[in-house]
């Protein structure tokens, strides 16, 4: 076992002293329980929540607390322990290192910072030392024409430096890697979009992306993530942004790789193909954001309406339909999640 991976148990099995925790090395085998943990950012006060969801009939949770007053976008960095928000207060990237140390309540102070550079950021999503934010700010003062930027970071030391802005030509949100392409919801629709090799864009400009296509039975897509693995999509649907209470959604689609490629560009991939999960029994009104475990079949929701907010978490969801989370825990305005395990 590394030492820094000893220092981290021995805290985590102090903090978490009722619940089993693994000491496994990170490169052991997936021998004994594994230790997953969901973040969770907020726009209600811009505090951290961590929860270990190792066992989800028993979930534990800590709040960190952050000089940030409302935050998106947020990451796990599990190779140094450091967890990194898009703070939408101080408008850049802020990481905080030493975030499995911390304790319930206890202040924790950045030790990355990036500059404040943006103007209405969303989800963060990394790929190695680069990190991208989506800003759904209207770019040309113009709300009737859609645009959208995403702030391009390289992780060096102690500081987030930007390296360039990417602007489009439809409204940003959620968005995820695969490898070196990214997709993009196109926020205001149920369409996803693809720029494959995103990071070759060096340079301020207005790039197009590669591929769009309408991912049917959705009105209003915002939260993404991808299984690759698996090769699994999951899309949130908050429909109507004023229903905050129970129009809001979210799709599965399986063998996604092949459904994407074999509809065209402007095309649509048909709700027979995916599997959805909505109604009032859910608690969907707005969900912004979603993360998957793969080991367990779960879903995990940022639902930022519904109670005033929550995280929510689905499995056995089958054919999916009007089921009701397994998990539901209160988290004022709810903005982005992250899996970490
Ligand atoms: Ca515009
Ligand atoms: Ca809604
Ligand atoms: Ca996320």
């Not at 991208?132 to 987030?160: H, L």
């Not at 608690?283 to 519904?306: K, Q």
Request: charged share 15%; hydrophobic share 40%.
């Amino acid at each position: 076992m590394k030492r820094s991976n000893l220092i981290k148990c021995l805290a985590l099995t102090t903090v978490f002293s009722s619940i089993l925790v693994s000491c496994d090395d990170d490169n052991d085998d997936n021998q004994g329980p594994i230790s997953t943990y969901l973040f969770a950012s907020n726009n209600s006060n811009g505090n951290i929540t961590s929860y270990d969801v190792s066992n989800l009939s028993s979930i534990t949770s800590k709040t960190l607390m952050t000089t940030s007053t409302a935050a998106d976008g947020i990451y796990y960095d599990k190779d140094n322990d450091v967890v990194v928000q898009a703070s939408r207060s101080s408008f850049g990237l802020e990481g905080f290192s030493n975030a499995s140390l911390a304790t319930d309540g206890t202040a924790i102070s950045i030790g990355i910072s990036g500059t404040a550079d943006m103007f209405n950021p969303r989800e963060v999503a990394v790929n190695g030392n680069f990190y991208v934010v989506a800003d759904s700010q209207d770019v040309d003062g113009d709300v009737t024409t859609p645009d959208g930027r995403f702030f391009i970071y390289s992780k060096t030391g102690n500081s987030f430096t930007l390296r360039n802005i990417i602007t489009t030509d439809f409204k940003l949100w959620g968005m995820v890697f695969d490898g070196n392409d990214l997709y993009a919801v196109v926020d205001a629709t149920g369409k996803l979009a693809i720029f494959t090799n995103f990071l070759s864009n060096t340079t301020n400009a207005s790039v197009a992306a590669s591929k769009i296509i309408t991912i049917e039975g959705i009105v209003r897509t915002h939260g993404i993530t991808y299984d690759a693995m698996n090769d699994m999509m999951v899309l949130t649907d908050i429909a109507d942004a004023t229903n905050t209470q129970d129009d809001g959604g979210f799709q599965i689609i399986e063998n996604f790789k092949s459904k994407f490629t074999s509809t065209a560009n402007g095309g649509t991939l048909a709700l027979s193909q995916q599997t959805r999960v909505s109604g009032s029994s859910t608690l969907l009104g707005n969900p912004v954001d979603v993360a998957y475990d793969n080991a367990t079949e779960t879903v995990y929701i940022a639902e930022a309406g519904n109670g005033g907010g929550r995280i929510l978490a689905f499995n056995n969801i089958g054919s999916g339909g009007n089921i009701a989370p397994v998990v539901n825990n209160s988290l004022a305005a709810a903005s982005s999640v992250y899996l970490s395990k």
